[in-house]
């Protein structure tokens, strides 16, 4: 199985500030055939279902902010909020589904300084 | 719009079984692979089961208990929970597959495992 990892648990930022997510597998989430990464971030909100952000780990969903960028390759990726707003309040979670059983990194909370 | 309306969740005794139930609406069911996720309280997203063209996958954990199924005429997504734990409580999504990754959820329905 691939473990993801997620650095730090939680943060506080201040309102317009930038927040930065790391995530790690235990192994490359490229896939041969295409060369993509395997790698999505969800967002979840309090009494919320998660929410698709990123996929092909720096392709943002249609309708998303671009505030939110995904980056990285391989192994090691980062989710950046580049102005944290108020509505972003909520645990972040990375994913890779290049292999079954899918799986989860354990989440990063994200809240206002 | 699409949409995922879960239903089938409640209490019931170890042991015990459910048939959960994802109604989907607003694109066409039949073309996208479906997956289940669950979230025990408090806790983290941890993956099911999935379905793709006829193929089903498991997680290890619910293997040979849990068995996922589709009826395309229905636009519904089935998960049968047989032999459940209390290790089984969560709130279980159903969601998308799209591109591979998870496109969109539902609101999910919780299932309760206790005596």
């Known amino acids: 199985d691939i473990v993801m990892t997620q650095a730090p648990d939680s943060l506080a930022v201040s309102l317009g500030e930038r927040a930065t997510i790391n995530c790690k597998s235990s192994q490359s989430v490229i896939h041969s055939s295409n060369s993509k990464n395997y790698l999505a971030w969800y967002q979840q909100k309090p009494g919320q279902p998660p929410k698709s952000l990123i996929y092909w780990a720096s392709t943002r969903e249609s309708g998303v902010p671009d505030r939110f960028s995904g980056s990285g390759s391989g192994t090691d990726f980062t989710l950046t909020i580049s102005s944290l707003q108020a509505e972003d309040v909520a645990v972040y979670y990375c994913q890779q589904y290049l292999i079954t059983p899918i799986t989860f990194g354990p989440g990063t909370k994200v809240d206002i300084k | 719009e699409v949409q995922l309306l879960e239903s089938g969740g409640g209490l019931v005794q170890p042991g015990g079984s459910l048939r959960l139930s994802c109604a989907a609406s607003?694109?066409?069911?039949?073309?996208?692979?479906m997956t289940w996720v669950r979230q025990a309280p408090g806790k983290g997203l941890e993956w099911v089961s999935g379905i793709s063209a006829g193929t089903t996958f498991y997680a290890d954990p619910v293997k040979g208990r849990f068995t996922i199924s589709r009826d395309n005429s229905k636009n519904t997504l089935y998960l049968q929970m047989n032999s459940l734990r209390v290790d089984d409580t969560a709130v279980y999504y159903c969601a998308r597959r799209y591109g591979d990754r998870n496109d969109y959820w539902g609101q999910g329905t919780l299932v309760t495992v206790s005596s």
């Open positions: 607003g694109f066409t069911f039949s073309s996208y692979p």
